[in-house]
């Protein structure tokens, strides 16, 4: 999501401030890959948009097929449309939350009827018999006809009807740079229930868990509108809008209807405007590039976004050669509004910003379809594994398109969690994304100590046991839900090193990281742990003869080491709050973490 827009605030920041229930272990561990179930769900869905009033009526129909060893009893759907009306969860917590999201405010309080929000179910089947419903807020609670049995597959037969609200958050219509229709979270969409059961959060600021399916969507609208998202469209001929050559065979109706289809996702995201240009890139061995923006952009924007298109096929290269190849046939580029928030097989973007920001926002988005839309970790409980990992590769692969230094973009990140930490509003990266006291907690836990994680994590294994890591993730994980056990196992298996020390103390606590150097007398060499959190130790010395020499403390509960061209020399256990080692020379000067890697809150204690 909008990483441009939290990167920029968290940097005037630094400015100013100098499986079944029963298999369970914890909220962040699920059974092993070898008996891992998730859920599956198919869509048909057949959309009629009225572009004059922003209502459009819905028909869905939907097989969710009942993979866990549970007897489900009741259902449930999201209706995020809801949260954008006065007096919704979203709007009372914009309006009283400390640091308010400055494009919400108190908008959805001032909304007026035709502005808001809604989708209002009108009937629901299970197997054609109706079921009891209830809307409570942005979630439809269903009981249901008869349990679904471990392995059913069922029906469930939909018509509702729904309003587009003005664009606040994500979706919405008539966005600040024209944009008629940005459709995310725009239908009934079944909530996911997986080993930890259901999961039916409500819309109140932060993001999404989805279940594993396949859609098939008709889209009826004005002819004249251009749509682009989710999906390989199926009837391109037949709607006429560039999407491949041959005979036009439109029709002569005010509304035309775009059919599309998509495989193996978890969401379905589309927009939708007149003034759309549509562009396509194809990516060597890769997908094809869509690129959807308005046409009556100042000319230098519009030469941005044809100056952004090699950019975005050579991202997209980077990240399927070190991460994992994308899967699908195409991704889209869209011009949506809002900063910028990923979704299945494309992303909306705010489209007239400088280069530099379009382009930071495409690299961060398109990550986003490795970290999260294929490895579709929840988000509202770790979603600094999206996030953070997306923040990460993004700026890897900005660094590596333009030939500039990723050590620059990461200090900065550092910067900012130090900030955090001596703000004295940290909390643990498993508190819940919509329970933390401020917005800028969970923004700086999601993006930077998420994007720490998985850079000290190169320091704590060795850089090439990283990437290695990164690749076994995606193979073993892509198309489900892993959790931050899963990621952490994988990078136990890959190092032959205990890890769980690094995800619990990183993730579940607080605790912070500063060793010093304590002592140096001619040989002999004293370290000191002040900091809760241990880790190994990386040390350079320099002799009075002028020469170095690299040394490598093991932390003694990994149980190994790092590959190291350093001297190993013993272990520290963490509960000693001193280390002290002789060298073979007289010593002149001693530095910890030479390279910056470790998020040492006190670096002024690092040499002596």
């Known amino acids: 999501m909008n990483r441009l827009f939290i990167y920029l605030f968290c940097v005037a920041l630094i400015f100013s401030c100098g499986s079944s229930k029963t298999a369970i272990v914890s909220n962040t561990s699920q059974t092993s890959n070898s008996t891992y179930w ?52 979203m709007d009372v917590r914009s309006r009283t939350i400390a640091d308010p999201d400055a494009r919400v405010g108190d908008r959805i309080s001032k909304l007026k009827p035709n502005e808001i929000g809604y989708i209002k179910v009108n ?26 049995q471990p392995g059913e597959s069922v029906t469930f037969n939909m018509i509702f009807d729904a309003q587009v609200p003005v ?11 024209g944009v008629a229709l940005s459709m995310a979270q725009w239908y009934p969409k079944l909530a996911e229930y997986d080993f930890e059961g259901w999961h039916t959060d409500p819309y109140i600021g932060r993001e999404f868990h989805g279940v594993w399916g396949n859609f098939d969507v008709k889209l009826t609208l004005d002819k004249n509108y251009t749509v682009g998202g989710t999906g390989y469209l199926q009837n391109p001929n037949e709607i006429g809008h560039g999407y491949e050559t ?8 005010d509304k035309l209807t775009w059919h599309f289809k998509a495989p193996n996702v978890h969401d379905f995201t589309w927009a939708a405007d007149p003034e759309y240009t549509h562009d396509t890139l194809q990516v060597p061995n890769g997908p094809l590039l869509h690129f959807l923006y308005k046409s009556t ?48 097989m494309c992303t909306l973007i705010v489209g007239e910003g400088e280069f530099d920001g379009l382009f930071g926002v495409t690299a961060h988005e398109m990550a986003h379809s490795w970290f999260q839309f294929l490895l579709a970790t929840n988000e509202l409980t770790n979603y600094w594994m999206d996030e953070g990992f997306t923040e990460y590769f993004g700026e890897l692969a900005g660094s590596h398109v333009f030939k500039t230094s990723f050590e620059k973009p990461t200090r900065q990140v550092y910067d900012v969690y130090n900030y955090y930490v001596q703000s004295g509003t940290e909390q643990p990266q498993t508190t819940h994304a919509d329970r933390f006291n401020f917005n800028r907690s969970s923004s700086i836990s999601a993006y930077y100590k998420g994007y720490i994680f998985l850079n000290q994590l190169a320091y704590v294994i060795g850089q090439e046991n990283q990437k290695e890591t990164i690749k076994e993730y995606f193979k073993a994980w892509s198309f489900k839900h892993p959790t931050p056990n899963d990621f952490i196992r994988i990078a136990e298996k890959v190092s032959g090193l205990e890890l769980d020390w690094y995800l619990n103390d990183w993730t579940r606590t607080i605790n912070t990281i500063d060793y010093g150097v304590k002592s140096v007398e001619n040989e002999s060499i004293t370290l000191e742990r002040i900091g809760l959190m241990p880790m190994p ?19 003694q ?28 020379k007289a010593v002149q000067s001693v530095e910890i973490d030479a390279l910056n890697m470790m998020a040492d809150i006190n670096k002024e204690n690092n040499k002596k």
Request: zero cysteines; charged letters at 20%; hydrophobic letters at 30%.
């Open 297 to 344: 952009m100042p000319s230098e924007k519009l030469v941005n976004w044809k100056n952004l298109q090699p950019k975005a096929s050579e991202l997209m290269q980077f990240f399927s050669a070190n991460i994992g190849q994308y899967p699908y046939k195409q991704y889209s580029i869209i011009q949506g509004g809002d900063g910028g928030m990923e979704y299945g």
């Open 123 to 148: 009937t629901l089947k299970q197997n054609g018999t109706v079921l009891k419903h209830k809307t409570v807020g942005t979630v439809l609670e269903v009981n249901l006809a008869n349990p679904i």
């Open 167 to 177: 664009q606040i958050r994500r979706s919405g219509r008539n966005n600040k740079e």
């Open 246 to 253: 041959g005979i036009l065979n439109r029709s002569d109706s």
């Open 38 to 89: 998730q859920q599956h769900v198919d869509y048909k869905m057949e959309i009629d948009m009225d572009v004059n009033t922003y209502q459009y009526k819905g028909k869905q129909t939907l097989v969710y097929t009942n993979n866990s060893p549970d007897v489900l009893n009741k259902v449930f759907y999201h209706l995020y449309f809801n949260a954008f009306q006065p007096d919704s969860e």
């Open 537 to 555: 130790i990386d040390l350079t010395v320099t002799y009075v003869d002028g020469t170095t020499e690299d040394f490598y403390i093991p932390l």
């Open 557 to 584: 509960m990994m149980r190994g080491e790092k590959p190291t061209s350093a001297t190993i020399i013993d272990d520290w256990a963490w509960a000693y709050p001193t280390y002290t080692f002789e060298t073979s």
